[in-house]
């Protein structure tokens, strides 16, 4: 493809704005048009037999298009992989990742903080396929030495942590792993391949939950998974084996979104953290999770290793009864209630129960994740303020622990 040839060498802006782009191919079109398509025909034998000898898959529209093929192209450079492959979901190429490496009579080692959906499916089907599931801390890496046996082939790791934001020593983990010869598999959504390199420290399998800041306009649901060149022939397997295949406008809104995703990250780097600094003074709040605060215990390793930051960061408040939680979060008026994030709009989530195998955090009061959106950066502080004012200004069931509206049970207590 001529526009990622001449990619090469270009400041990061530039190359997303060409990465995935042929137009000399496609009649001249700015944009990848969508291909929609199961069934691809040959005009002769000859065609089809040589073809199904070069590449077995390209004959089947299960096996991607001109439009996916862009956009793994373009994921893959900005990763520095090998091969990128596109799944419907962040999950799934979460999930299919670790299928695609592990086998039964295997050992896993999971990082204590990673995304709850894959703690669920490292619990409940990986136990199930006979493939033994153990979790490490995410801030000792010699925990993760001690663990390791003969049969771990896998280890998976998340920085920052989901909800809680530890960031993990990366290099000094993948070095671990490379020594007992297991591969290391890392979800990188949070810093997108703009802001961390997961292969230039010796990650085997990154993964991108596309859904987030690369679609960018909570659009979309897809994920992206790329390997190195010792890993890539696993990935693939797994996800043809098992019939992995995205939908062509999600694609194409992903790759649209991957035009304006430096502009962008920039926006939700400054919003968040002057939203977290600001939020360290309020009285309602007991510690702000945010790697990119100085002070926090994880921004040396995140000044080492990172290149930026993203907009999603943790809050623990102090202790608070049902009364002023709820009304903290109906008293908000920028920020939506829900899942997901790394969309334009600011979000915000109620962390109920924390999942760990052992307790990390010493939090008092209840945890909630904020995504800081496009927004204006003074609006949000405003409108978190003074919804925490309101929450705040509700002391007579605040601790009184013969009232219905007691406080918040401690999240550290719960396993």
Not at 242 to 251: Q, V
Not at 270 to 278: E, F, I, R, T
């Amino acid at each position: 493809m001529k526009y990622l040839e001449d990619s090469k060498g270009l400041d990061i802006e530039t190359r997303l704005s060409r990465l995935g782009r042929a137009p000399a191919e496609h009649s001249g079109m700015v944009n990848m048009p969508v291909y929609r398509g199961s069934t691809i025909v040959s005009e002769t034998l000859e065609d089809y037999e040589s073809r199904r000898q070069s590449d077995p898959t390209a004959n089947y529209g299960r096996f991607g298009s001109p439009l996916s093929r862009a956009l793994e192209l373009a994921v893959c450079e900005l990763e520095g992989g090998y091969r990128s492959l596109l799944f419907p979901s962040g999950l799934s190429a979460c999930t299919h990742s670790l299928l695609g490496v592990l086998r039964a009579g295997d050992h896993v080692l999971i990082s204590d903080g990673v995304y709850t959906p894959l703690r669920t499916f490292a619990d409940e089907v990986l136990s199930r396929l006979q493939i033994t599931v153990q979790y490490f801390s995410p801030t000792q890496p010699a925990e993760l030495a001690a663990k390791i046996t003969q049969k771990t082939r896998a280890i998976y790791l998340e920085s920052p942590s989901s909800l809680t934001f530890e960031v993990q020593n990366v290099p000094a983990l993948t070095a671990t792993a490379r020594r007992a010869d297991a591969l290391v598999v890392m979800d990188n959504t949070w810093a997108t391949p703009l802001y961390f390199k997961p292969f230039a420290h010796g990650v085997d399998i990154s993964i991108q939950a596309a859904t987030k800041y690369i679609v960018g306009h909570s659009d979309a649901l897809l994920g992206v998974a790329t390997a190195n060149e010792s890993a890539w022939s696993a990935l693939r397997s797994s996800a043809h084996d098992f019939g992995e295949i995205a939908g062509p406008d999600d694609i194409y809104l992903a790759l649209r979104g991957l035009r304006t995703l430096a502009v962008r990250m920039k926006r939700h780097w400054d919003n968040g953290l002057k939203l977290a600094q600001s939020l360290q003074s309020h009285p309602a709040v007991d510690n702000i999770l945010h790697p990119a605060c100085p002070g926090d215990p994880g921004h040396a390793l995140w000044k080492r290793d990172f290149s930026g930051a993203s907009g999603l960061f943790g809050v623990a408040l102090k202790p608070m009864s049902q009364l002023q939680l709820s009304t903290f979060f109906n008293r908000l008026r920028l920020f939506g209630i829900g899942w997901s994030w790394g969309g334009y709009e600011s979000l915000v989530m109620h962390v109920d129960p924390l999942k760990r195998a052992e307790p990390s955090l010493a939090l008092a009061g209840p945890l909630i994740r904020v995504h800081a959106g496009l927004e204006d950066a003074s609006d949000l502080i405003a409108d978190m303020y003074q919804a925490l004012d309101a929450a705040w200004e509700i002391t007579s069931s605040r601790l009184d622990p013969d009232n219905d509206d007691a406080p918040v049970a401690e999240l550290s207590k719960r396993a």
